[in-house]
């Protein structure tokens, strides 16, 4: 008898036009499911369903059989109230994710199994002990064999629902060691696929546009470059997340051009040198930022520049600075955030021994609330410093005068820039932004 698989995604809130029913999501779409998707036996008589709720009304008049949640630490509350739902339901729910390696304790609570750290080994044997009724309560296979991965299943995804909807993974994790990032404190690593292989599956690709949904795909130079001599003869335009470490190999700006790189996402995080050392990314200089900035313009290369506020050197002129500093050089793209300590992560840690963690309700922690006590300002005062940097670098004027030496990509940069305008009345309308025990 078939039995049928929801693989769900619970609603991130972030960064994505919500108009009535109409949903889209600035970001390029995930591959967790997909991949999920990808991973379950043929063999198996399995009906495989995605919802992302992001961009998706969950069907609750449908029934599953399982129903496997994949979160992160902001999505993790949704998540196990969508658990406990199915549950009630009758269903087998199976939940992993970063947030599950991060406290597994917690959502064993929520599941009927969880799944800790990679899935390529543990969730086809997982399926295998469902259909044969030996399900364990906990799946942990320490083995990564990324280059074993399958194609994602990209016909399940809902397409219309993300800016890009084709994406790649080049590698897996970070070697780098910043101090409020779950994927350092996840300790996932850092891994590779052979380049071969992922030159397959972007030729299968019939978009002419796709991006490379990692980390940070350039923390090793050697693959890294060959990576992009490889994706020149493809004739394609992609992104994707680096840091600023590659540009300090001269080779770095010519084989982006040719391979077709048409933005990049980079965290600039702080202006500030100081707090860029103390937070383990001391290999941004803020002298270097304008230079960087002109590089990837002499290439006509987007940039997508983030900025961190609330680190502990932050005092209240920080909004206005890096949005002067923003404007004065032309980002293209930028995007703020709230500093953010993740469970498990070196901040978490820190805050909690000073005891300005303000709470554990982990649907704030989602970079765009604040979630912590800050150091030189007060709580409201680093909301309001977050909402007003959205505000003033969003204007029509200023959102123009960034992306109009864009040339060729000016409807694409604009565009954006009207995207996150739109975000913006979002932020604003939102009520209880900071949560009070």
């Known amino acids: 008898m078939t039995k049928k698989l929801l693989i769900l995604l619970p609603e991130a809130n972030i960064h994505k036009i919500k108009i009535g029913n109409f949903r889209k999501s600035f970001r390029e779409a995930p591959l967790t499911a997909t991949t999920l998707a990808a991973l379950v036996p043929e063999d198996l008589d399995i009906d495989i369903s995605i919802i992302d709720e992001s961009i ?99 016909d399940l995804q809902k397409n219309s629902g993300y800016s890009i909807p084709n994406t790649v993974n080049a590698t897996r994790g970070c070697k780098g060691s910043c101090d409020f990032c779950a994927v ?11 380049i071969d292989s992922i030159i397959e599956e972007i030729k299968k690709i019939p978009a002419k546009r796709i991006v490379f949904n990692d980390v940070s795909m350039g923390e090793d130079m050697v693959y890294f470059k060959a990576l992009l001599r490889a994706m020149i003869p493809l ?26 790189c048409s933005y990049l996402l980079i965290g600039f995080e702080s202006l500030n040198d100081i707090s ?50 923003v404007k004065e050089y032309k980002v293209n793209i930028p995007r703020y955030a709230i500093y953010t300590p993740f469970p498990g992560t070196k901040s978490y840690k820190r805050f909690s021994e ?28 680093l909301d309001d410093g977050f909402k007003k940097a959205y505000k003033d670098t969003f204007t029509i004027g200023s959102s123009f005068a960034r992306t109009v030496t864009s040339g060729k990509n000016f409807s694409l940069t604009f565009g954006g820039n009207l995207a996150y305008r739109i975000y913006l009345k979002r932020l604003y309308a939102e009520q209880n932004r900071i949560y009070k025990p």
Request: net charge neutral; hydrophobic share 35%.
């Open 276 to 325: 860029l050392t103390n937070m383990n990314k001391g290999f941004n200089r803020f002298d270097e930022y304008k230079i960087l900035i002109e590089q990837l313009r002499s290439i006509n290369v987007i940039l997508m520049a983030c900025f961190i506020f609330g680190f502990d050197e932050d005092t209240l002129d920080v909004f206005e600075n890096t949005v002067s500093f």
């Open 56 to 154: 998706q009304k969950i069907p609750f008049d449908k029934t599953y059989d399982i129903v496997a949640i994949s979160i992160i630490t902001g999505t993790s509350t949704r998540g196990y109230e969508l658990a406990d739902y199915y549950r009630k339901k009758g269903a087998t729910v199976i939940m992993g994710g970063v947030h599950v390696k991060l406290r597994p304790e917690e959502a064993a609570q929520y599941a009927d199994s969880i799944v800790i750290g990679f899935a390529e080994h543990s969730w086809p044997e997982l399926l295998r002990d469902y259909m044969q009724g030996q399900l364990k309560p906990k799946y942990e296979n320490l083995k990564k064999s990324f280059d074993i991965m399958p194609s994602p299943r990209r």
């Open 184 to 194: 350092d404190a996840a300790k996932f690593g850092w891994q590779t696929r052979e």
């Open 235 to 260: 004739k394609k335009k992609w992104g994707g997340l680096v840091s600023t470490r590659v540009f300090q190999d001269p080779e770095t700006l010519d084989l982006l051009q040719k391979s077709g």
């Open 354 to 381: 000073q005891g300005r963690i303000l709470h554990n309700k982990w649907e704030y922690y989602d970079t765009q609330h604040v979630v912590f006590q800050p150091k030189n300002m007060t709580v409201e005062q």
